[in-house]
């Protein structure tokens, strides 16, 4: 077994710069100035842009490494996670369905790691990825016409539209959908690799009993 040394390349700096900018952009999105707002959405794109060059950088120079498998996809559920926990403490979606979310993806990426320590990587499903992107297309949804919402001129010209795309019912529809998917995946995950959890209780299970 190798142990995870880290690498400082381009692909995990940006990483790096990814999760930096994370409470940046809760910072701003939470700000009472609607400037600030504004340029959380700059913030947010700009933090979910690094996730696609430093994988393009990775691929294209042969920078991939497992402590780049294991810091990337932690970085995206704190990016994701930020902007589902500034979403409910701006009241805009339902608390318990952000933790399920964040819990999950958490639990997953934590035994995706371990698994990738041990040699035994998981590969990622088509739902699981299907999942990852409607989650996100959900934050983009909300924070977009959050912040359009908050910018006057904007929201002078089209209020009611914004308005009606953003009622409780929708919000709460497309979230609930997100937590659904979440917690199928996540069982899908727990039960695809059922063998190798049994085995991960057994070695803890052992060393309890030394």
């Known amino acids: 077994m190798q142990r995870l040394q880290f690498e400082l390349n381009v692909p995990n700096q940006l990483t790096l710069l ?8 809760a910072w701003f999105l939470l700000s009472e100035n609607p400037v600030f707002r504004q340029i959380s959405l700059g913030i947010f794109i700009v933090a979910a842009l690094t996730d696609w060059y430093d994988g393009w950088i990775a691929r294209r120079m042969g920078y991939i490494s497992r402590w780049g498998k294991f810091l990337d996809p932690l970085a995206d559920k704190i990016l994701s996670s930020a902007a589902l926990l500034a979403y409910v403490s ?11 979310v964040i819990i999950r993806d958490f639990l997953i990426t934590g035994l995706r790691s371990y698994a990738e320590y041990h040699d035994r990587p998981i590969v990622t499903t088509k739902g ?16 977009i016409l959050y912040v359009a919402r908050n910018t006057p001129s904007v929201y002078q010209e089209f209020g009611p539209t914004i308005d009606s795309l953003m009622d409780s019912h929708v919000l709460f529809g497309m979230m ?18 059922r063998t190798f959890l049994l085995e ?11």
């Open 90 to 100: 701006l009241g805009l979606v339902s608390g318990w369905m952000v933790w399920i």
């Open 176 to 193: 609930l959908l997100v937590t659904l998917s979440t917690v199928g995946t996540g069982i899908a995950y727990l039960f695809d690799n």
């Open 128 to 143: 699981a990825q299907a999942k990852t992107f409607g989650e996100f297309v959900v934050i983009y949804y909300i924070l």
């Open 18 to 25: 990814r999760i930096v900018l994370t409470p940046v952009f």
């Open 200 to 210: 991960v209780y057994e070695q803890f299970r052992t060393r309890r009993a030394r």
